[in-house]
């Protein structure tokens, strides 16, 4: 602040962080993949939208003006000369119409202005020492009250931080600034009249300096000069830093020249001071006044400036300075050696520390331009541009000021100006309050130097302001670049990812190609999506790129060989791009990549030599890549990053040769690591095979596939069943039952042909017809026909198998005639007797119900065709349940982890589609090693009981004979049986021992957590900063998009989690089309978003409709939890849209088992009533004490970022620091709160029961 009679001025507003600025707090919570992008600029769409805005005055508008700003304010008239406003006297057509652009009504009570709280503001927190001031600005000492700004000074009893006052200053530095235009502020003065000591201040400086930092003033305060004149240098005592001739900035330092710190070179550069107002009173009791001046170097020579309290002399001073009636100039302060402070005094009106007066300020800056100030509506004062622009003896001509300037409002207390008295008098002057009402900023006409913003073009401030944090009270750590240091790490990462993947790429093939994929696909995808990506939403395209790679480099590794075959195709095209034109680059591009596939996939050659090459040549230039980076500044690996782009978008610009720098040296070691490499991994793989055959695969962990011919090789002799035997079953024969079973009598004739039908074993044939016959005895209890009652009980799971696989029922049904000639009964007692002795057969595949289902109808089906055969007892036991129970055996017993071995639910489940109706029942070949002499004793047996029957014989394979034929014949085509096939499946569920399986297990319990959590951050963020109710929509609408990424999530585990390398390829395929549809909509939406923040209009709307639309899936599914009887619907129609939907977003409801288990609704009210209350309470204390009060910190930090230029990774890292504690307890107290309610919920259903009490 320039020293003078009449107090120093202040600069104007800084860049607005606007409410949306919160709005990229919440998306850092929810998706912190910027951390993997270390090249990522500090920048958010919003700050890029205001930068658009500088060239959309009405854009601009709608950002800076404040909503309480009456709209009859937004245009203003301003005189076009040195008169006054109309209501003091001025003539109303000498007016020009200025436009706002920026206003503050100081209406909202919470604010706050300490750094980062606020948009517009920063109030000061540090001891000012210029002009031997006597105060600390504390931010406490700035608050807002009943609609205006106060900034209160105070003398506290005992020194603040070695200060005798305390007293506020805000500034709108480095956030609003402007270039020309008028200014208006309404304002009472602190203090009393009469009675110094307050030295209030209104004025405008000029970015490149901050106040009071005088570090960032030494050398540019308040320079106004852009010529080169080494003599004018010599002659000054403070020199130019930053001057037109290009100088040094620092001494010492060789390389400091401007334009090394984003400055344009030989352009002279200042912090320029404008005082709107100071204010002060020389001595007690004296009357008050306001100084209006421009503090200007370099100064006029000392023979051109009057004497202190003497009026100028004939070609003394500045010429054509105007004033106003009850102004004059400055007599007592024209300035110091070097510095001129051009400025007039006004003595103010009684009223002026009661009441409010305006205090105004037309700027147009440039040589042309002029300075004009205002009281209310009186004229006080005008410096026009030619009083600065011509030769004043040997002093060059300086301008009226061009720096993006910004404003100050302040209350300082010094002894050099405005002295505080002692007494009591003077005491009575503490606490004193600078009260403004509003502070309003126009612009109206223009020239070339007009402009808003602070870092403007012609004029640039930001790069030179972040290259000297320390200097403008910004924390050291801003010009650390943490980004640069993650990158370092990332290029040794891929230094030894690459040599690894080089020398020993077949060892992990399956990692390896993952890693290539990620980073190939990364830039592919980045290069496909930036033809259409503006330059502010560049970083989100990155962002969806990156997820984009990560999530195909992670399917990439699925089919490893083929997309190491791909990759090696692209990496060619790629290479060969910078020699060709864009179209023959695609071609070469499009057949490397199929050639690589192909042979990837060509039957007959072996896999490693795709893989040797893949890995051999690609680690080489992962090597090469990252060696430039500390050769010559990475250029091979920005250059394919632009190459890779170049293909995909077809920019020239991205057309570049690989290499810059040391080409020769880089293609020769290319070369030779390629090769070199290649040759070792031939040596180590000599004689070794990669290629695998799946299936083969599969069957080799099972034991050969065989029947047995123990069941029928045993007989009892003849002589120990005596014939009166033979006709009974167990202890009843078919004429001896009791009188109330004679009705059920005809059912042994149907059992034994069943029995012969299919070779069930004797005893077991009769224990489960006389079981049969015993529940349709007590069938019969209860009234109806006994047969249908018994029949529609047992085969209610078969009827619902067959209609889950969509086959035809074949049990009987009264809907069409029975079949081969039966009676209705006799179909029915077929029916009951053949799964009844399937049942009473199975053994232990008991536990595999659907397997019984799948027995009995391939079973029923075969039944017309031998119910006139006969198969030899034991014959099912040996063909059918011994080659499959010997399979589960061997795996049940095996040694296998878990993940590598079927159980009896693998086993059910391979009946859980139509493929497994492809295979027969029944396996007849003979493969036994446990038998004595199987053969041999099957043939003794077989001899012994030949011809017994008299509906036919077995033969030695177990086929069939017509009755009285002995001639062998083959009945059936010969097809795989079911425990071939059996040997061939993949587990239908697979889960490896991990520490993400609980992750998995509990999804939804933890997608509950993160949507709730990132909803209740985003409502948090909203009113901490009291947003509209539209704009608190917007940031709580990201949280559509948190489900979508969770998603993408769930799918890579449930693959992660599922994937074999036996594992079918439509298994694996439904997984990895899940996971690409998530991913495409949470690419969509989150596009959406960003581009209706950057947009608005349209784009909001279009973001809601599509994002809910891409959510009434998952809507279906929450209202389905609140209404069982839809759900039960929803899983069970075969509607084929609705079908088709449910099943590709739930593959779970193709699952036989689960189907019409809910409860009905009035079963679930009280459950969901518990649950509702407990959350909603949940939700209310953990927004209330873990959530809301961390929104501030967490917005500092990325107020931080955007202010300060803080790292975005540094930034993210303590935001992610800063809220992981606070989800992981969010996420257990659910177990607090679960305990807390069902203690009440006992007590409750406790007393109202009255449990316990003895009645």
């Given at each position: 602040?320039?020293?003078?009679?009449?107090?120093?001025?202040?600069?104007?507003?800084?860049?607005?962080?606007?409410?949306?600025?919160?709005?990229?707090?919440?998306?850092?919570?929810?998706?912190?993949?910027?951390?993997?992008?270390?090249?990522?600029?500090?920048?958010?769409?919003?700050?890029?939208?205001?930068?658009?805005?500088?060239?959309?005055l009405?854009?601009?508008?709608?950002?800076?003006?404040?909503?309480?700003?009456?709209?009859?304010?937004?245009?203003?008239?301003?005189?076009?000369?040195?008169?006054?406003?109309?209501?003091?006297?001025?003539?109303?057509s000498?007016?020009?119409?200025?436009?706002?652009?920026?206003?503050?009504?100081?209406?909202?009570?919470?604010?706050?202005?300490?750094?980062?709280?606020?948009s517009?503001?920063?109030?000061?927190?540090?001891?000012?020492?210029?002009?031997?001031?006597?105060?600390?600005?504390?931010?406490?000492?700035?608050?807002?009250?009943?609609?205006?700004?106060?900034?209160?000074?105070?003398?506290?009893?005992?020194?603040?931080?070695?200060?005798?006052?305390?007293?506020?200053?805000?500034?709108?530095?480095?956030?609003?600034?402007?270039?020309?235009g008028?200014?208006?502020?309404?304002?009472?003065?602190?203090?009393k009249?009469?009675?110094?000591?307050?030295?209030?201040?209104?004025?405008?400086?000029?970015?490149?300096?901050?106040?009071?930092?005088?570090?960032?003033?030494?050398?540019?305060?308040p320079?106004?000069?852009?010529?080169?004149?080494?003599?004018?240098?010599?002659?000054?005592?403070?020199?130019q830093?930053?001057?037109?001739?290009?100088?040094?900035?620092?001494?010492?330092?060789?390389?400091?020249?401007?334009?090394?710190?984003?400055?344009n070179?030989?352009?002279?550069?200042?912090?320029?001071?404008?005082?709107?107002?100071?204010?002060?009173?020389?001595?007690?009791?004296?009357?008050?006044?306001?100084?209006?001046?421009?503090q200007?170097?370099?100064?006029?020579?000392?023979?051109?400036?009057?004497?202190?309290?003497?009026?100028?002399?004939?070609?003394?001073?500045?010429?054509?300075?105007?004033?106003?009636?009850?102004?004059?100039?400055?007599?007592?302060?024209?300035?110091?050696?070097?510095?001129?402070?051009?400025?007039?005094?006004?003595?103010?009106?009684?009223?002026?520390?009661?009441?409010?007066?305006?205090?105004?300020?037309?700027?147009?800056?440039?040589?042309?331009?002029?300075?004009?100030?205002?009281?209310?509506?009186?004229?006080?004062?005008?410096?026009?541009?030619?009083?600065?622009?011509?030769?004043?003896?040997?002093?060059?001509?300086?301008?009226?000021?061009?720096?993006?300037?910004?404003?100050?409002?302040?209350?300082?207390?010094?002894?050099k100006?405005?002295?505080?008295?002692?007494?009591?008098?003077?005491?009575?002057?503490w606490?004193?309050?600078?009260?403004i009402?509003?502070?309003?900023?126009?612009?109206?006409?223009?020239?070339?130097?007009?402009?808003?913003?602070?870092?403007?073009?012609?004029?640039?401030?930001?790069?030179?302001?972040y290259?000297?944090?320390?200097?403008?009270?910004?924390?050291?750590?801003?010009?650390?670049?943490?980004?640069?240091?993650?990158?370092?790490?990332?290029?040794?990462?891929?230094?030894?990812?690459?040599?690894?993947?080089?020398?020993?790429?077949?060892?992990?093939?399956?990692?390896?190609?993952?890693?290539?994929?990620?980073?190939?696909?990364?830039?592919?995808?980045?290069?496909?999506?930036?033809?259409?990506?503006?330059?502010?939403?560049?970083?989100?395209?990155?962002?969806?790129?990156?997820?984009?790679?990560?999530?195909f480099?992670?399917?990439?590794?699925?089919?490893?060989?083929?997309?190491?075959?791909?990759m090696?195709?692209?990496?060619?095209?790629?290479?060969?791009?910078?020699?060709?034109?864009?179209?023959?680059?695609?071609?070469?591009?499009?057949?490397?990549?199929?050639?690589?596939?192909?042979?990837?996939c060509?039957?007959?050659?072996?896999?490693?030599?795709?893989?040797?090459?893949?890995?051999?040549?690609?680690?080489?230039?992962?090597f090469?890549?990252?060696?430039?980076?500390?050769?010559?500044?990475?250029?091979?690996?920005?250059?394919?990053w632009?190459?890779?782009g170049?293909?995909?978008?077809?920019?020239?610009?991205?057309?570049?040769?690989?290499?810059?720098?040391?080409?020769?040296?880089?293609?020769?070691?290319?070369?030779?690591?390629?090769?070199?490499?290649?040759?070792?991994?031939?040596?180590?793989?000599?004689?070794?095979?990669?290629?695998?055959?799946?299936?083969?695969?599969?069957?080799?962990?099972?034991?050969?596939?065989s029947?047995?011919?123990?069941?029928?090789?045993?007989?009892?002799?003849?002589?120990?069943?005596?014939?009166?035997?033979?006709?009974?079953?167990?202890?009843?024969s078919?004429?001896?039952?009791?009188?109330?079973?004679?009705?059920?009598?005809?059912?042994?004739?149907?059992a034994?042909?069943?029995?012969?039908?299919?070779?069930?074993?004797?005893?077991?044939?009769?224990?489960?017809?006389?079981?049969?016959?015993?529940l349709?005895?007590?069938?019969?209890?209860?009234?109806?026909?006994?047969?249908?009652?018994?029949?529609?009980?047992?085969?209610a799971?078969?009827?619902?198998?067959?209609?889950?696989?969509?086959?035809?029922?074949?049990?009987?049904?009264?809907?069409?005639p029975?079949q081969?000639?039966?009676?209705?009964?006799?179909?029915?007692?077929?029916?009951?007797?053949?799964?009844?002795?399937?049942?009473?057969?199975?053994?232990?595949m008991?536990?595999?119900?659907?397997?019984?289902?799948?027995?009995?109808?391939?079973m029923?089906?075969?039944?017309?065709?031998?119910?006139?055969?006969e198969?030899?007892?034991?014959?099912?036991?040996?063909?059918?349940?011994?080659?499959?129970?010997?399979?589960?055996?061997?795996?049940?017993?095996?040694?296998?982890?878990?993940?590598?071995?079927?159980?009896?639910?693998?086993?059910?489940?391979?009946?859980?589609?139509?493929?497994?109706?492809?295979?027969?029942?029944?396996?007849?070949?003979?493969?036994?090693?446990?038998s004595?002499?199987?053969?041999?004793?099957?043939?003794?047996?077989?001899?012994?009981?030949?011809?017994?029957?008299?509906?036919?014989?077995?033969?030695?394979?177990?086929g069939?004979?017509?009755?009285?034929?002995?001639s062998?014949?083959?009945?059936?085509?010969?097809?795989?049986?079911?425990?071939?096939?059996?040997?061939?499946?993949t587990?239908?569920?697979?889960?490896?021992?991990?520490?993400?399986?609980?992750?998995?297990?509990?999804n939804?319990?933890?997608?509950?957590?993160?949507?709730?959590?990132?909803?209740?951050?985003?409502?948090?963020?909203?009113?901490?900063?009291?947003?509209?109710?539209?704009?608190?929509?917007?940031?709580?609408?990201?949280?559509?998009?948190?489900?979508?990424?969770?998603?993408?999530?769930?799918?890579?585990?449930d693959?992660?989690?599922?994937?074999?390398?036996?594992?079918?390829?439509?298994?694996?395929?439904?997984?990895?089309?899940?996971?690409?549809?998530?991913?495409?909509l949470?690419?969509?939406?989150?596009?959406?978003?960003?581009?209706?923040?950057?947009?608005?209009?349209?784009?909001?709307?279009?973001?809601?409709v599509?994002?809910?639309?891409?959510?009434?899936?998952?809507?279906?599914?929450?209202?389905?939890?609140?209404m069982p009887?839809?759900?039960?619907w929803?899983?069970?129609?075969?509607?084929?849209?609705?079908?088709?939907?449910?099943?590709?977003?739930?593959?779970?409801?193709?699952?036989?088992?689960?189907?019409?288990?809910?409860?009905?609704?009035?079963?679930?009210?009280?459950?969901?009533?518990?649950?509702?209350?407990?959350?909603?309470?949940?939700?209310?204390?953990?927004?209330?004490?873990?959530?809301?009060?961390?929104?501030?910190?967490?917005?500092l930090?990325?107020?931080?970022?955007?202010?300060?230029n803080?790292?975005?990774?540094?930034?993210?890292?303590?935001?992610?620091l800063?809220?992981?504690?606070?989800?992981?307890?969010?996420?257990?107290?659910?177990?607090?709160?679960?305990?807390?309610?069902?203690?009440?919920?006992?007590?409750?259903?406790g007393?109202?029961?009255?449990?316990?009490?003895?009645?």
């Open positions: 602040m320039a020293p003078s009679n009449a107090v120093p001025a202040l600069p104007e507003d800084a860049m607005r962080l606007r409410e949306r600025s919160a709005t990229s707090v919440a998306v850092l919570l929810a998706a912190l993949l910027l951390l993997l992008l270390p090249t990522a600029e500090a920048v958010v769409p919003i700050s890029r939208v205001l930068q658009r805005a500088k060239e959309n009405t854009e601009l508008q709608m950002q800076w003006i404040d909503p309480d700003t009456d709209p009859k304010f937004y245009n203003i008239s301003i005189p076009n000369g040195p008169h006054s406003f109309p209501d003091a006297g001025g003539n109303i000498e007016m020009d119409v200025y436009h706002l652009i920026f206003s503050d009504e100081f209406n909202d009570s919470k604010r706050t202005f300490e750094a980062g709280f606020d517009k503001w920063t109030a000061m927190d540090i001891r000012d020492t210029s002009n031997m001031a006597q105060h600390y600005f504390l931010p406490q000492a700035v608050q807002i009250d009943k609609g205006n700004l106060i900034i209160t000074s105070s003398k506290p009893k005992n020194k603040y931080r070695g200060t005798k006052y305390v007293s506020g200053s805000v500034q709108t530095w480095n956030k609003f600034c402007y270039t020309g008028y200014v208006e502020v309404q304002a009472v003065l602190p203090g009249w009469g009675v110094p000591g307050t030295w209030p201040a209104i004025w405008i400086m000029g970015n490149i300096g901050r106040a009071p930092y005088l570090d960032s003033e030494d050398g540019t305060w320079w106004s000069f852009d010529m080169c004149a080494p003599f004018v240098e010599k002659t000054e005592k403070v020199k830093k930053i001057n037109a001739c290009g100088n040094l900035t620092n001494k010492h330092d060789t390389s400091s020249y401007p334009e090394m710190y984003g400055l070179p030989f352009q002279g550069r200042g912090a320029t001071e404008i005082d709107v107002m100071e204010a002060q009173i020389k001595a007690r009791d004296e009357p008050a006044f306001i100084s209006t001046s421009l200007i170097r370099p100064s006029l020579y000392e023979n051109m400036r009057p004497g202190s309290m003497q009026l100028p002399g004939p070609g003394q001073w500045y010429q054509g300075l105007k004033f106003g009636e009850y102004t004059n100039i400055n007599s007592a302060y024209y300035g110091e050696t070097g510095l001129d402070s051009i400025s007039a005094l006004t003595q103010l009106e009684s009223n002026a520390f009661m009441a409010y007066h305006l205090y105004r300020l037309d700027w147009m800056p440039g040589p042309e331009g002029y300075i004009r100030w205002w009281l209310d509506g009186n004229f006080l004062f005008e410096i026009p541009g030619s009083a600065l622009n011509k030769w004043e003896g040997d002093v060059p001509p300086r301008q009226i000021p061009v720096e993006p300037s910004y404003l100050i409002l302040s209350t300082a207390i010094s002894e100006f405005s002295p505080p008295c002692s007494g009591q008098i003077c005491d009575s002057l606490p004193s309050n600078f009260t009402n509003y502070v309003r900023v126009y612009q109206g006409k223009s020239n070339r130097y007009t402009s808003i913003g602070c870092n403007p073009v012609a004029f640039p401030t930001t790069e030179w302001i290259a000297h944090p320390v200097d403008y009270g910004l924390p050291w750590y801003v010009s650390l670049r943490v980004d640069i240091g993650l990158f370092q790490l990332f290029a040794v990462i891929n230094t030894a990812v690459g040599l690894t993947m080089a020398f020993r790429g077949t060892t992990h093939p399956k990692m390896l190609s993952a890693y290539v994929s990620t980073l190939w696909l990364t830039a592919s995808f980045y290069g496909a999506l930036s033809p259409s990506s503006p330059e502010d939403l560049a970083w989100v395209h990155m962002v969806i790129a990156g997820l984009c790679g990560l999530v480099g992670g399917v990439c590794c699925l089919v490893d060989v083929l997309s190491l075959g791909a090696l195709g692209l990496y060619g095209g790629v290479v060969l791009s910078q020699f060709v034109p864009l179209l023959s680059a695609r071609v070469i591009t499009v057949v490397l990549v199929g050639v690589g596939i192909a042979l990837a060509a039957p007959r050659l072996d896999t490693k030599h795709v893989v040797i090459f893949s890995t051999s040549w690609i680690g080489s230039m992962a090469v890549m990252s060696l430039s980076l500390w050769v010559s500044d990475g250029d091979i690996a920005v250059n394919m632009r190459l890779a170049f293909v995909f978008n077809g920019k020239d610009h991205d057309h570049v040769s690989i290499c810059s720098e040391h080409c020769w040296a880089m293609y020769v070691l290319l070369a030779v690591l390629s090769l070199s490499s290649t040759g070792y991994q031939y040596y180590r793989l000599r004689g070794v095979t990669l290629r695998k055959h799946v299936i083969e695969a599969r069957k080799a962990k099972f034991p050969m596939v029947a047995s011919s123990d069941a029928r090789a045993w007989k009892p002799d003849e002589g120990e069943v005596s014939p009166t035997d033979k006709d009974r079953v167990n202890f009843f078919a004429g001896k039952l009791p009188r109330n079973m004679q009705q059920y009598s005809t059912i042994f004739r149907i034994v042909n069943v029995q012969r039908s299919f070779g069930f074993q004797l005893d077991s044939f009769r224990n489960q017809t006389e079981h049969l016959v015993v349709l005895a007590n069938s019969a209890r209860k009234g109806g026909n006994p047969y249908r009652k018994l029949h529609e009980l047992v085969f799971n078969y009827n619902k198998w067959c209609s889950k696989l969509h086959i035809q029922s074949l049990q009987w049904s009264e809907l069409r029975p081969g000639g039966l009676t209705s009964v006799d179909e029915i007692s077929v029916d009951l007797c053949l799964f009844f002795f399937i049942w009473g057969e199975a053994s232990n008991r536990h595999s119900p659907e397997f019984l289902c799948f027995l009995f109808h391939k029923k089906e075969e039944f017309p065709s031998v119910r006139h055969m198969r030899e007892a034991g014959y099912f036991l040996d063909t059918v349940v011994t080659p499959v129970y010997s399979l589960l055996r061997s795996e049940m017993t095996s040694n296998n982890d878990h993940q590598d071995r079927h159980n009896y639910d693998d086993f059910n489940e391979f009946f859980w589609t139509k493929a497994c109706l492809t295979f027969d029942y029944k396996h007849e070949d003979v493969v036994e090693t446990n004595p002499n199987p053969a041999m004793l099957f043939q003794q047996k077989k001899k012994q009981h030949e011809g017994l029957s008299g509906l036919g014989a077995v033969n030695s394979g177990g069939l004979h017509r009755a009285g034929n002995s062998s014949n083959n009945f059936f085509h010969k097809r795989k049986s079911i425990a071939e096939g059996f040997t061939e499946s587990k239908s569920f697979l889960e490896k021992r991990t520490w993400l399986l609980p992750l998995r297990a509990f939804r319990i933890f997608n509950f957590h993160v949507i709730s959590f990132h909803f209740l951050a985003s409502l948090a963020i909203a009113n901490e900063q009291e947003m509209s109710a539209e704009d608190s929509a917007k940031i709580v609408s990201s949280t559509l998009i948190t489900p979508f990424l969770l998603d993408i999530m769930r799918d890579g585990l693959i992660f989690a599922v994937y074999h390398e036996f594992l079918t390829t439509f298994a694996l395929t439904r997984n990895v089309v899940r996971l690409i549809l998530h991913l495409a949470a690419s969509t939406s989150l596009m959406l978003y960003w581009y209706a923040w950057a947009y608005g209009g349209i784009w909001w709307q279009t973001y809601y599509v994002v809910l639309v891409l959510h009434v899936p998952g809507l279906t599914n929450c209202l389905m939890q609140v009887g839809l759900t039960n929803m899983r069970r129609t075969q509607f084929t849209p609705v079908a088709a939907i449910r099943d590709l977003v739930s593959p779970m409801n193709r699952l036989y088992v689960g189907d019409n288990v809910l409860d009905p609704l009035s079963a679930s009210i009280g459950y969901m009533f518990f649950w509702t209350t407990m959350l909603l309470w949940k939700l209310y204390f953990s927004y209330k004490f873990e959530i809301y009060p961390i929104v501030v910190p967490s917005y930090l990325y107020a931080d970022h955007l202010e300060n803080v790292s975005v990774i540094t930034t993210s890292l303590l935001i992610f800063n809220w992981m504690p606070f989800f992981l307890v969010y996420c257990v107290d659910i177990t607090i709160w679960n305990s807390i309610w069902m203690a009440f919920t006992g007590t409750f259903v007393f109202s029961s009255h449990i316990g009490e003895i009645r």
